[in-house]
């Protein structure tokens, strides 16, 4: 007998929920929303939500609309989002989630503060992500981006730095990213490091190693254009080599070899439970089990 478990820890964080909710609430009441980029990277979910009446739109298309109502995601927006809603008449509904938001106005604070003081402001994070654009935003587009270790190579250490990181990093990355710029600052010069990685995200590390650890086989379910899930599930791969991961359930075609009898399904902080139970159905159904 195979038995299929779903981790509890998994599915939504708050954020991600809230912009949910928030774009529920409104297509209840009208039928039609605009939302400036996928609400959640998951497809399936955008999906779902396509079928009620969001549509999902970039920046260029933002400048050509006029007297709608347009969503603003949990991952935040530059300054020059808001702008150009006013200038169109647009309504917008803010979903940025309070995590992010008050990452923003730090990092604006220091922006400010930074004319004066000329030291660089550094953001640990993927080049292009939408939350790290609103960041970016936040400094006129003078913040420098640190994906990976080669790119510490941009900075000059000769002058002040300050280190935000993108909520949904690991803590451990931005650990030895702090480290590495600590032991290349010249002597004398400031180094101010802000832990502004979510806890949400960074809580749910140990859970989900511990999950993967207890089963046979894992299914991690993300969409491919999840950060957060890339980063959980390479934990999840540390954890226990065994694991797959898979944006739906379909992708599963197979089935498992006979002396697999626990299966664990987890997730990223962009999937939805609804997906993860999918995909619990689908294991049981290819092998014999209800």
């Known amino acids: 007998m195979i038995n299929v478990e779903i981790d509890s820890g998994s599915g939504f964080c708050f954020g991600v929920v ?3 909710q928030n774009a529920e609430r409104e297509l209840n009441r009208t039928n039609i929303l605009y939302c400036v980029g996928d609400i959640v990277h998951n497809s399936l979910e955008v999906e779902r939500l396509k079928a009620l009446g969001l549509h999902t739109i970039g920046h260029g298309e933002l400048e050509r609309l006029k007297d709608k109502t347009v ?9 020059s989002t808001y702008e150009m809603a006013r200038k169109n008449r647009i309504k917008i509904i803010d979903a940025t989630c309070p ?6 106005q730090k ?3 220091c922006y400010q503060e930074s004319k004066e003081t000329n030291a660089q402001l550094v953001i640990y994070g993927k080049k292009g992500h939408a939350e790290v654009n609103g960041l970016v935003g936040q400094t006129d587009g003078t913040a420098i981006v640190i994906e990976k270790m080669e790119d510490l190579d941009r900075l000059d250490y000769l002058r002040d730095i300050i280190l935000f990181s993108q909520t949904t990093k690991s803590l451990d990355g931005l650990r030895e990213i702090e480290q590495m710029i600590r032991g290349r600052i010249a002597p004398g010069v400031r180094f101010n490091s802000f ?11 140990p859970g989900i190693k511990k999950f993967a650890s207890a089963h046979d086989w894992v299914y991690f379910v993300a969409g491919k254009k999840s950060s957060n899930g890339k980063m959980l599930f390479d934990e ?4 226990n ?6 944006s739906n359930a379909q992708e599963i075609t197979e089935p498992l070899l006979s002396h697999i009898k626990n299966v664990g399904v987890c997730g990223a902080t ?10 619990a159905v689908r294991i049981k159904e290819l092998n014999g089990r209800s």
């Open 18 to 20: 809230n912009a949910i």
């Open 195 to 205: 832990d502004t990685v979510c806890r949400q995200v960074a809580n749910r590390l």
């Open 107 to 109: 990092i604006h604070s």
């Open 236 to 239: 999840c791969l540390k954890a």
């Open 99 to 104: 995590v992010v938001l008050r990452l923003q």
């Open 270 to 279: 962009s999937t939805p439970k609804w997906l993860m139970e999918e995909v």
């Open 71 to 79: 969503l603003l995601r949990a991952h935040g927006e530059p300054p």
């Open 241 to 246: 080599p065994a694991s797959v991961s898979i």
